[in-house]
């Protein structure tokens, strides 16, 4: 992927010298890697703090950045590790993410409860119930591929290097999350299609 | 050709097959075509929709990560200066208020970075070093930095093995979570080996050599186990005593890094 050269110059700003250049990254690319945060962790309080996390390694490792990348990617493989790291937490804290609310107390996070998208109403809602029991069934890692993959549009290469796996065991990775996924949802989609 | 497998279906919906075969099959093929289809139904159904944040969320996510970044600034600058380097004990630190993992993550980062800064400036001012008083200085951070880092390391270290020595093997057992810890383990664990051996810090570097068979024997496991195989993991584990190496070597490293800190600590009111 060829390098941003707006991107390319705060960079070069930053390690210059200059703190406030890095502002200009945060500021093209917070929403894209919330997005990718989100639907990996399942929750907004786990993306806010992996994007956060994101850019704070980001500025530390900033010297190791090879330019012949782009920045896009890069934080994107940063994202993932912060997002992987986050739900490796959240095992040890609980079996379902939670949340406080304004009270103080505690609420469970379901990818159900968001409201839906004008194509998820395209099914019906025991379809998107099977969808999400689906992606719930994936493994963090799976997860993480297929978000990459499918909505993020990152090459088998760049999952690879974010996942630290072979091409070959990340295109497996992609892969076993299309089968659980369509195993679960095919059923409606061929009734929704008749 | 045969008729393409799922996966190449697959791979071949996101552009990413790199077989032109495949999409002349599918033009040939009613069959496939009709699979194909149905695949690509399925995935355009799949949707997370993202709830839209703020209208300033960037301004917002800047404004609470400009302090962070000055901070971690700050920090570089004091562990690669020569004057004075911060104790982790008196000084409070940076990441009060931050998650666990986000700390030790971060602060394995700094000292790398604090590391590769002291033998880059290292070999940039050779003039400046003086009758060796600055090169001494400088290797002596470094090997403070070294400790540290690598002391860091193996309590993370320590910590995974600890979850699978103690884990209760059910059926099947799901260890992705400690392969995906062991994989990012394995990476800083190659950079430290490497380094203890530049530095010619042999028990480290040997200890460090052990463990990364070890990491890379897990990370090369399936994700989910059965009793039996899980059971095998654990006796190879035990057989290599490699937790209690680990503990060890990292007690001592901890034990150095203090008499470091402590004698720099003399040199300086002298």
């Known amino acids: 992927m060829q390098m941003d050269a707006q991107d390319a110059a705060a960079v070069a700003q930053v390690l210059a010298g200059d703190r406030d250049a890095f502002r200009l990254l945060v500021e093209r690319h917070t929403r894209s890697i919330f997005n990718l945060a989100y639907r990996v962790t399942g929750n907004m309080t786990d993306a806010d703090e992996v994007v956060q996390e994101t850019f704070c390694r980001a500025y530390t490792k900033l010297t190791t950045f090879q330019f012949q990348s782009s920045v896009k990617t890069w934080l994107c493989r940063i994202a993932v590790n912060c997002a992987l790291d986050m739900m490796a937490k959240r095992k040890f804290e609980a079996a379902m993410p939670r949340v406080k609310n304004e009270d103080g107390t505690e609420v469970e996070i379901d990818f159900a409860s968001d409201r839906p998208s004008p194509e998820r109403l395209t099914l019906s809602a025991e379809a998107q119930e099977a969808m999400q029991r689906a992606i719930k069934s994936l493994t963090d890692m799976e997860r993480t591929a297929f978000v990459m993959r499918h909505f993020e549009g990152c090459s088998s290469e760049e999952i690879s290097v974010a996942l630290n796996q072979s091409v070959t065991a990340a295109k497996n990775t992609v892969f076993r999350a299309v089968q659980k996924l369509r195993r679960a949802l095919a059923p409606y989609v061929e009734e929704a299609a008749r | ?270």
């Not at chain 2, 097959?17 to 995935?43: D, K, M, T, W, Y």
């Not at chain 2, 320590?158 to 057992?173: C, F, G, I, R, Y």
């Not at chain 2, 994989?183 to 010619?200: G, I, K, S, W």
Request: with cysteine; aromatic share 6%.
């Open chain 2, 1 to 270: 050709m045969n008729h393409p497998t799922e996966q190449e279906l697959t791979l071949h919906f996101y552009g990413d097959s790199g077989n032109p075969a495949i999409a002349e099959h599918l033009a040939g093929c009613a069959e496939c075509r009709q699979e194909f289809q149905r695949l690509s139904a399925v995935l355009a159904a799949v949707t997370m929709p993202v709830p839209e944040p703020v209208a300033a969320y960037e301004s917002e996510v800047w404004s609470r990560l400009r302090p962070r970044l000055e901070s971690i600034a700050d920090q570089q600058q004091a562990e690669a200066s020569v004057v004075k380097f911060p104790s982790r004990t008196a000084r409070p630190s940076i990441w009060t208020g931050l998650p666990r993992w986000a700390g030790m993550g971060a602060v394995a980062a700094v000292m790398i970075a604090a590391f590769f800064f002291g033998r880059l400036w290292e070999r940039r001012t050779p003039v400046m070093s003086g009758p060796g008083v600055q090169n001494a200085s400088t290797a002596a951070i470094r090997n403070r930095v070294l400790l540290m880092a690598v002391g860091e390391h193996l309590d993370r270290t320590a910590a995974v093995l600890v979850e699978l020595e103690n884990a209760d093997p059910a059926k099947s057992m799901d260890i992705s979570w400690e392969q995906s810890t062991a994989q990012q383990l394995l990476d800083d664990n190659r950079l430290y080996r490497q380094t203890a051996l530049e530095v010619n810090d042999k028990a480290v570097a040997d200890v460090l050599d052990q463990l990364e068979r070890v990491l890379v024997d897990l990370t090369h496991q399936p994700s989910k186990v059965s009793e039996s195989e899980f059971n095998d993991i654990r006796r190879r584990l035990q057989a290599q005593g490699i937790l209690l190496k680990v503990r060890v070597i990292g007690s001592q490293v901890r034990d150095r890094e203090r008499e470091s800190r402590s004698s720099n600590g003399e040199k300086q009111k002298t």
